[in-house]
């Protein structure tokens, strides 16, 4: 059993990593955990808040990186890749126009 979710996981993983690796995004390779924090790398967002509004406009829910504390240094937001990777290419399709 959990040599399967093993690998569900890692596909999954894995589709995040092909899609968000198009887009302007930065953050580091989920290893142990199921979510990313990642940074959006174009200057387009001033506020978090204001990107996940936009994005659940679009049918895609984040959480805003400033929940987990100030970010100074860019805009964050956090997000799972647990779902299947159909679902993962759909989500940033839908915001890839955003960024």
């Known amino acids: ?37 990642i940074k959006i790398e174009t200057p ?7 990107f996940v509004h936009a994005a659940l406009k679009e049918g895609v829910v984040f959480v805003p990186g400033s929940g987990f504390g100030r970010q100074e240094d860019g805009v964050y937001f956090r997000t799972t890749f647990l779902p299947s990777p159909h679902i993962i290419e759909e989500a940033f399709g839908n915001i890839k126009r955003l960024l």
């Open 1 to 37: 059993y959990i040599t399967e979710v093993k690998k569900k996981l890692m596909d999954r993983r894995q589709a995040f990593m092909k899609i968000t690796a198009k887009l302007p995004l930065s953050f580091p390779v989920p290893k142990g955990a199921f979510y990313a924090f």
């Open 44 to 50: 387009k967002w001033k506020k978090d808040l204001a």
